[in-house]
């Protein structure tokens, strides 16, 4: 498409309360958000990576340099988004980047075709499953408190933070308040090999499977992990791409994968994982990065493959925030499925009267 408008947009939204995990806690949501105009259509692409690096090493400011320096240039109207995926690849990493961008266009071109993006993509639509996440909390009590609050609705699995000291006991007294929940659990790297036995002690708790327990960076330990483990471990932080997901697949470092396509690079590198991950019979889930409801509606219309087959960390809105930037927001049916927004492109509509008032900051382009 030519682009008659380029901005760059930094929100920040505050958070019902603030979310933890074993490396930081958030109280605020700060995004960078993408706006693409074209002939007077709209596209949105809303980057995960945070102002910090404790998720990532990406963060709003690496990928407004990116952006601006590198991707920006390479956009030229007429090119498919496999071209310009292909003219990217010199660019090493920087997928979050990459996502905000090809999520942008393929926002706008899918509006302006008027359909939605899953269609758009050659993925029919359906219900989507539910899954929570909870953060780190005081706690058991609180852990307690939480997961009954969270259980007042139907999420198909719940998800806990863990970190050394806040583990075994804390699964424990979920588990036995909770014998049938599906649960698992996400330690965000906190986790040494040296722990292996101490990790062992999950196994008593048919845990759906154990997310990201060593390095943000590491594959191989995982493998050795895995070995000693009856339950399945799970890769986040260290899948980038689909060269990342095939490595954990050859070295046995996982039985599922967490696909966050605005971390891996976009929706397109997501299908190609989620592609290779159904040939060798690996699950795949989409993960969050606690988005407001632009990046949300990407994750759902990516569970639009039927490759993601585990629920997801997609929960309702009014967990996060008490308004958000688009409509509608996530809300589960009574079975605990999310009805895929009607809309075309992401399928919400992005209310821009609440992005001007969230507005820390905003960079006109073009
Ligand atoms: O590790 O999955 C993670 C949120 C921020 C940073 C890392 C993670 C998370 C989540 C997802 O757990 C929460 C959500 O999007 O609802
Ligand atoms: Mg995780």
């Given at each position: 498409p030519v682009l008659d408008r380029i901005d760059l947009i930094t929100v920040r939204l505050p958070f019902v309360k603030p979310f933890a995990t074993s490396v930081h806690t958030w109280a605020v949501k700060e995004a960078l958000l993408l706006r693409l105009e074209s002939d007077g259509v709209v596209g949105w692409g809303e980057c995960v990576a945070d102002p910090d690096p404790f998720y990532a090493s990406e963060t709003t400011q690496t990928v407004r340099h990116i952006f601006k320096e590198f991707l920006l240039p390479l956009l030229t109207p007429g090119q498919t988004i496999g071209e310009l995926l292909k003219r990217w690849s010199p660019v090493r990493g920087h997928g979050m980047a990459k996502a905000m961008v090809e999520n942008a266009l393929l926002d706008l071109i899918a509006r302006q075709q008027n359909r939605p993006l899953h269609d758009l993509l050659g993925l029919p639509a359906r219900r989507i499953q539910s899954g929570i996440s909870l953060g780190i909390q005081d706690s058991i009590p609180a852990l307690l408190d939480a997961v009954a609050d969270a259980m007042s609705r139907p999420y198909h699995r719940v998800k806990l933070k863990i970190m050394q000291g806040k583990d075994i006991e804390w699964v424990r007294a979920i588990r036995e308040a909770y014998p049938k929940l599906m649960l698992m659990a996400d330690a965000n790297g906190d986790y040494r090999l040296e722990h292996a036995a101490h990790l062992r002690d999950l196994d008593a708790f048919n845990l759906t499977m154990i997310e990201?327990?060593?390095?943000?960076?590491?594959?191989v330990q995982h493998a050795a992990l895995q070995q000693e483990l009856a339950t399945p471990l799970c890769l986040d932080e260290s899948i980038h791409d689909l060269d990342d997901a095939r490595s954990a697949l050859a070295l046995k470092a996982a039985r599922v994968i967490n696909i966050k396509q605005g971390r891996v690079g976009g929706m397109i590198e997501s299908l190609r994982i989620a592609a290779l991950c159904q040939q060798a019979g690996i699950g795949v889930w989409s993960g969050g990065m606690d988005e407001t409801g632009i990046g949300r509606a990407f994750n759902l219309q990516l569970q639009t493959s039927p490759g993601f087959t585990l629920p997801g960390d997609?929960?309702?809105?009014s967990r996060y925030f008490?308004?958000?930037?688009?409509?509608?927001g996530v809300v589960l049916a009574d079975d605990g499925f999310i009805a895929l927004p009607?809309?075309?492109?992401?399928g919400v509509t992005v209310l821009e009267e609440r992005v001007a008032r969230f507005t820390l900051y905003r960079e006109s382009l073009r």
């Open positions: 990201q327990p060593l390095s943000y960076s590491d594959i997609t929960s309702e809105t008490k308004e958000d930037i688009v409509e509608p009607a809309g075309t492109g992401i």
